[in-house]
């Protein structure tokens, strides 16, 4: 366990020492157009969320540690690639090899801590989302350290940093029963499984809700401080992980002492929703200028961090419960691929969401309805929530905790 959990702590590290970077190395550095900036993290999303499915299929079909051995090297070569090359075809090979590490290391590493815990997989996950927080926290801060190197050698110490955990996983992650697990996979249980595909569906308002500190609140952070903005989104995200990092245990705590895992997801979703009433009266007309400039900077701000704020309590209430919901609508079989789905839908979602929520800022701007985005995303985050809580009304969700409401948490409450 502990060296998944410092393995999940290098994977943020080392994305997050690199990729902050990235949109100004392609911009400035190598004077590509907006366009391809665009083309290149586009890819890398959609191949990490979309090609989740095959990372969870080869997982549980070569077993959890080849995959992720193999997930790490190839996102080795993958940076290395970013780093080296200066036309746009090796860009965008280099970001199809990086979004598709992701998807063969994430299920695997998720899987073999629902292994290793047991009944503990909730205060497993919790911890797990700690030791991501951290690396997330920490990984900027490491690029700002090197940014005396040219974004070529940035890129080779996060490479560095890949290949370093490629051997460590590849020395010491337990090999298991890897005859067992090179067995043919079917698709057949997955598709069949209609409670784990009607969860999918429901939670994929979470995922689109979580994105927006990568796609509506930059938005709306350049607008408040122009210049500025990277260091105001440097606040936001550090104020996201050291919340996360402090208070995690015990939100996790204090939700399994009272609700089931459906039940503190929706929750969760339902936060994660109401973060952006904030925003609501951010978009409302502003005061007159006073001559305060700074201060008024400061105080534009308040609403941005607020709504971060409770976007990381939503997230810490769903994510340690997330996959233990997924085991157990597993019934602990073909857990990797079934989370691979789960993240394919999640990722398809996103993709959506961020459209619409696109399409929906530039409208409001022109009919004079700046909280029309923000509106709708708290929608968003209700429907979803009701979703949860409907299933879970319906008992479709209940049959794997019927043996004990609270089965699912009993390490973590006893603790």
């Not at 004079?368 to 479709?396: E, F, K, M, N």
């Amino acid at each position: 366990m502990r060296l998944l959990l410092s393995s999940q702590f290098a994977i943020k590290l080392g994305f997050n020492l690199l990729m902050p970077y990235l949109a100004g190395h392609l911009s400035h550095g190598l004077g590509m157009a907006a366009w391809v900036l665009g083309v290149v993290l586009g890819v890398r999303n959609a191949s990490q969320r979309g090609l989740s499915l095959v990372g969870g299929y080869l997982s549980d079909r070569l077993g959890c540690r080849t995959a992720v051995i193999a997930g790490c090297a190839l996102r080795t070569l993958g940076f290395a690639l970013l780093g080296t090359a200066t036309g746009v075809p090796a860009l965008v090979l280099a970001a199809a090899a990086t979004g598709f590490a992701g998807a063969l290391f994430d299920p695997g590493v998720r899987t073999l801590v629902s292994q290793a815990a047991g009944e503990g997989r909730v205060e497993a996950f919790a911890r797990f989302n700690i030791a991501g927080q951290a690396g997330l926290l920490l990984g900027p801060l490491a690029g700002l350290g090197l940014s005396w190197l040219p974004f070529p050698g940035i890129a080779m110490v996060a490479a560095a940093v890949f290949a370093a955990l490629t051997v460590v996983q590849a020395i010491w992650l337990p090999r298991g029963n890897q005859r067992r697990k090179a067995k043919p996979v079917r698709w057949g249980p997955v598709l069949r499984n209609k409670a784990f595909l009607c969860f999918s569906l429901a939670m994929v308002g979470s995922a689109v809700l979580a994105f927006q500190v990568y796609l509506a609140l930059p938005l709306v952070m350049e607008r408040a401080l122009g210049p500025e903005q990277n260091i105001g989104m440097s606040e936001m995200f550090a104020l996201s992980a050291l919340l996360v990092i402090t208070l995690q245990k015990r939100v996790s705590t204090w939700a399994a002492e009272r609700w089931t895992p459906p039940r503190a997801m929706a929750i969760g979703v339902a936060v994660l929703g109401l973060a952006f009433v904030p925003m609501v009266a951010f978009s409302t007309p502003t005061a007159p200028d006073l001559g305060y400039e700074e201060l008024a900077e400061h105080l534009a701000t308040l609403p941005m961090l607020a709504t971060a704020a409770l976007l990381a309590l939503g997230t810490m209430l769903i994510l340690p419960f997330e996959m233990d919901v997924i085991v157990r609508l597993a019934r602990g079989r073909l857990v990797a691929t079934h989370y691979g789905v789960y993240a394919t839908v999640s990722g398809l979602g996103i993709t959506a969401g961020s459209l619409v929520t696109g399409v929906i800022w530039d409208s409001a701007g022109s009919w004079g309805v700046a909280w029309l985005p923000w509106a709708t995303l708290v929608l968003i985050g209700v429907g979803s929530a009701l979703a949860v809580l409907l299933l879970d009304r319906l008992q479709v969700l209940a049959e794997p905790y019927r043996k004990g409401k609270h089965r699912a948490n009993t390490a973590l409450s006893r603790r």
